[in-house]
């Protein structure tokens, strides 16, 4: 009996599907589709990239390559984009070139040609090539349109008081790539490390070439004299700034100590004045003098109050 008891305890009722815990594969199709998606993203995660850097002057031609692009790559699907900043272009998509790049590039399986480049061109050029089994490679190209500098502009304060912090600027937009700075002082360049030179050792600034700026902490005595800064980036001849003068000088305490006697002086004087004006009794009050009315007898006012009947 025990036995059969058992027996009919392992047995399970037919035609009863098993139900299963733990996982839940959703409607029929969910499952080849996310087989589908983890296949793209592994294509995407095994893509190869490629970046070099290339420079050219401005107005002159230039030949992008897109290294992704392989002879092997049979009926591949070639894009080209364009990224400055946070803006990004199309180039080259569907099989064509964009409106905008229409009439100024030339596009080839291995690479894209622009006739002639501006400074407004300079950024990433990514090539996007999609071969069988979405296999994806990609190259890019960082463009570096060359700009010479123009003239900088110098800011340079007239006057500075020994002791105190004096900040120098100089700044020029045009350039590409961006330009480096030099300052000179009375035509003489100034070393990044004043301790350096035996004409500036004297002195306590600091010196970048990236920004162009110039502190002199604190201003010496000796840092009087004409500046004016340079601004170079390999393309073209360096250009320089106006001349300006800063005169450093000591703190005027003489001077501070005596306008501060002549102000206590003046205060006195107009309080004595007014001291004097009141005992002399020019702010004291006029008296004013009220005159009685007359006295009218009985029989005038009785003869003024008829006409008023």
Known sequence: MAGAER????????????????HHWGPPGAGLRLLLLLGGLAALAA????????????HKPVELR??????????ARIEWKFQKGSSLTLIYYGGELTESYRDRVQFSPTSIRFGSVTREDSGKYICEVVGDGSHIAKSE???????????????VPS???VGARAVLRCS??????????????DGTELPQDPKSSPAFR????????????????????WDTGDYHCEASNNVG?????????????????????AAVVLLLLFLGLAAFGVWFAYRRGYFSRKKVIYSQPSRRSESEFKQTSSFLV
């Open 202 to 221: 004297n002195s306590s600034y600091s010196l970048d070439p990236r920004t162009g700026e110039l502190v002199f902490e604190p201003v010496g005595g």
């Open 172 to 185: 020029e937009a045009q350039g590409s790539p961006p330009p480096t700075f030099r300052w000179y002082k």
């Open 47 to 58: 893509a190869q990239v490629t970046s070099e850097d290339q420079e050219v002057p401005e």
């Open 237 to 257: 001849s360096p250009q320089k700034s106006d001349v300006f003068r800063m005169e450093a000088s000591e703190v005027n305490v003489g001077g501070i100590v």
């Open 159 to 161: 006057s500075a008081t």
């Open 66 to 75: 897109c290294a992704a692009f392989r002879s092997s790559s049979g009926s």
């Open 7 to 22: 027996g009919r305890h392992r047995e399970r009722p037919r035609g009863r599907p098993r139900e299963h815990r733990g």
């Open 141 to 155: 190209v960082n463009l570096i349109v060359q700009v010479p500098p123009g003239k900088p502009l110098a800011h």
